[in-house]
């Protein structure tokens, strides 16, 4: 089971680097208090069985995360080899090592690191979409149990400053009634301890679905498309950006870009999922959250 569950974890982390083992941390301490809390958490799950979030499966006792066992070692990690810098997976050549892709090779990304936790696929998709397009918020803690997976680059980045959601446009707030990723990097920074903002980055204009897009028209479909609200908030400091897919990372480049020229120092882009690097979308109507999408 994954380890992390609303309500524990988190609270005794500081804001320094935090590895996913120094994360969990806290929670193995004996204490009163948490086997008081453990107890409690097994009375509500036999009234209120847990269901697992890939394959819906229900389990009385107090197991942690939203994920049963056999989901989570079916999830598609994104593991080595990868590229250290936007971690790009080598599907196509599992023995290799770690080592740079062709995007940064060429410097194609501005912010400094990139991390998604699983693929874009099976279990994980389905909830993403149920999260933006069915109203299903309740996915969102199950969403940030595997970004919590992702924290091993927070060694090489260092201390977080500040936690920002990639944002909507206003015109398509408005139409979901909800961020999905403000909502993943509200419960993020709570389990990390560490501060998110809202409305310090914002969309001003609205944008085409990117994956229908070639390259050159994604980078011309964002550009301009992101402001600093609040470069007070952002300048010399250290900032994650958080959204639910890594599709071209293109809009994730762009949000990079003008934080960067706002004076941010570094920029590290974490998502939950990300779109295999091999051309296919996974039947995906509208991933990552780069588009605009009509009613
Ligand atoms: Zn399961
Ligand atoms: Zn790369």
């Not at 120092?265 to 990552?288: E, F, K, L, Q």
Request: net charge positive; charged share 25%; aromatic share 8%.
């Amino acid at each position: 089971m994954l380890r992390f569950r609303p309500g524990d974890g988190g609270a005794d982390v500081s804001q320094e680097a935090v590895s996913r083992k120094d994360a969990a941390a806290p929670q193995r301490r004996w204490r009163p208090s948490s086997m008081i809390s453990r107890l409690a958490a097994a009375i509500l799950d036999l009234c209120l069985p847990r269901t697992c979030a890939g394959c819906r499966r229900t389990w009385l006792l107090a197991e942690e995360g939203y994920w049963c066992s056999d989901c989570t070692l079916g999830l598609g990690w994104i593991k080595s080899p990868r590229c250290p810098s936007c971690g790009a997976p080598f599907l196509d050549s599992p023995q290799s090592d770690d080592h740079l892709c062709g995007d940064c090779l060429r410097n194609s990304f501005t912010f400094d690191v990139a991390r998604s936790a699983v693929l874009y696929a099976g279990g994980v998709r389905d909830r993403i979409h149920q999260l933006k397009f069915g109203r299903q918020l309740h996915w969102s803690p199950a969403l940030v149990d595997l970004l919590m997976e992702t924290c091993d680059w927070m060694k090489a980045f260092g201390p977080v400053d500040v936690i920002l959601p990639v944002p909507l446009h206003r015109q398509r707030l408005q139409q979901r009634g909800f961020n999905q990723a403000g909502l993943l990097a509200a419960e993020f920074g709570r389990r990390l301890s560490m501060p998110v903002r809202f409305g310090v980055l914002g969309r001003q204009r609205a944008t085409q679905p990117q994956t229908r897009l070639g390259r050159r028209e994604r980078l011309e479909n964002v550009q301009g498309a992101f402001a600093v609200a609040k470069p007070e908030w952002v300048r010399d400091q250290s900032v994650v950006l958080i959204d639910d897919v890594f599709t071209t990372g293109t809009t994730l480049n762009e949000c990079a870009r003008v934080l960067k020229r706002a004076g941010a120092r570094r920029v590290a882009a974490v998502t939950v999922a990300r779109v295999a690097p091999d051309g296919h979308v996974h039947g995906v109507d509208d991933p990552g959250d780069s588009g605009w999408r009509a009613a």
